[in-house]
């Protein structure tokens, strides 16, 4: 199994971000990091330059951040934004992005409001709709603005990742109950702009939070792939993409500790089951955890712990029909989220 590490939602000078594409792509392989997802703001920009594809080992694929209502996703496999980009309503832009056959992921799921920081975001609560694909489950730069003060800025600039706590537990429990229903995939993501000046309230412009080369180290999506990237552009996003899709991924907070390798499984009389996968609960599955470092293990179902363990490996079995996935935690802190195993009843 080939494990493909990778960020999702960032900015670039083509939106809102500060930074030029090729300076990103510096970054990102700077970082060792196999794939990266551009999502300007209502723009396919980077798309149409032709700086999409392979370069050098580096995959870029470019998507968009879309806005409908008060409600944001980035939206991933679209040649153009016809019908999708003035959408009315949320659900009409993921109709919308359904019918040219891409994926939607909602982002921006936990509620900020800090208007001195310029940050203010409703957060999601349709989560009845059934139009998405997928969501952020732990989105890097809204887990460290929530605890964000004019009083702790500094230590907030200094030491970014002492205020970094995992996954809000209120979005993981909707993802859980979404998932009782229908596969809906777990991502991570960065949002990212790399901004001199986030902070326009406060006159802060000589200060650059988040540069690329330090946030691509964070919050990454590892997909897992039976076969390897083709080093065709084009190919291999589409590939990417179905991966994403299938649910064939984890979300780790690599700074911690790099996490490739990890691995959630499930074993029955019928064959292997991956990440992402839909079964019947028709008999016990042997759910195995494997890390490539000790760690604290444990396995939850429908968001409630069933079996955990310390060490490098997790195994247990269970048959109850639910949303069977996997954490690890290094040293108390989160590291390791991966998407669900389906036991349908």
């Known amino acids: 199994m080939h494990d493909y590490k990778g960020c999702l939602h960032i900015h670039s000078t083509y939106s809102d971000g500060h930074t030029a594409v090729p300076e990103i792509l510096d970054a990102a392989r700077e970082a060792g990091l196999d794939y990266i997802v551009l999502t300007d703001h209502d723009t396919l920009a980077a798309r ?13 694929d470019v998507g ?17 934004l016809e019908d999708v980009r003035d959408a009315p309503t949320i659900e009409a832009a993921f109709e919308a992005v359904g019918r040219k056959g891409g994926l939607a992921f909602v982002v921006h799921p ?16 349709d989560w009845h709709l059934d139009g998405y694909h997928g969501v952020e489950i732990w989105p890097y730069l809204h887990d460290w603005i929530r605890d964000l003060h004019v009083w702790n800025l500094l ?3 200094r030491s970014p990742d002492r205020w970094i706590r995992g996954p809000e537990p209120s979005v993981l429990a909707h993802w859980d109950a979404v998932g009782r229903r229908r596969r809906v995939v777990g991502i991570g993501s960065l949002d990212n702009h790399a901004k001199r000046v986030p902070f326009r309230r406060l006159g802060l412009d000589f200060m650059e939070f988040f540069p690329h080369r330090r946030m691509f180290g ?4 590892h997909v897992l792939s039976p076969e ?5 552009g084009e190919a291999d996003s589409a590939h990417l993409h179905r991966l994403l899709a299938e649910g064939r991924c984890y979300v780790s907070y690599d700074l911690l500790a790099d996490a490739t390798g990890f691995c959630f499984e499930g074993q029955r009389h019928l064959g292997a089951l991956a990440m992402g996968e839909e079964a019947k609960a028709e008999c016990e599955v042997s759910f195995r955890v ?9 396995l939850l179902r429908d ?5 955990c363990a310390r060490g490098r490996e997790l195994e247990t079995a269970h048959g109850e029909p639910g949303v069977y996935r996997a954490e690890a935690f290094l040293d108390g802190h989160p590291w390791v989220f991966t998407n669900p195993i389906y036991l349908r009843g």
């Not at 968001?303 to 079996?307: D, P, S």
Request: proline share 7%.
């Open 48 to 60: 149409d330059a032709g700086l999409a594809g392979w370069h050098d080992s580096l995959l870029l």
């Open 64 to 80: 968009v951040e879309l806005e409908a209502g008060a409600h944001h996703a980035i939206a991933l496999g679209l040649s153009d």
């Open 110 to 125: 936990v509620p900020v409001h800090k208007p001195l920081f310029d940050a203010c975001v409703p957060g999601w609560t």
């Open 155 to 157: 230590s907030h600039y």
């Open 218 to 221: 964070t919050v990454r999506t």
């Open 228 to 232: 390897p990237f083709t080093m065709r």
């Open 290 to 298: 494997a890390s490539p470092m000790t760690a604290d293990l444990r």
């Open 303 to 307: 968001g409630q712990m069933v079996a």
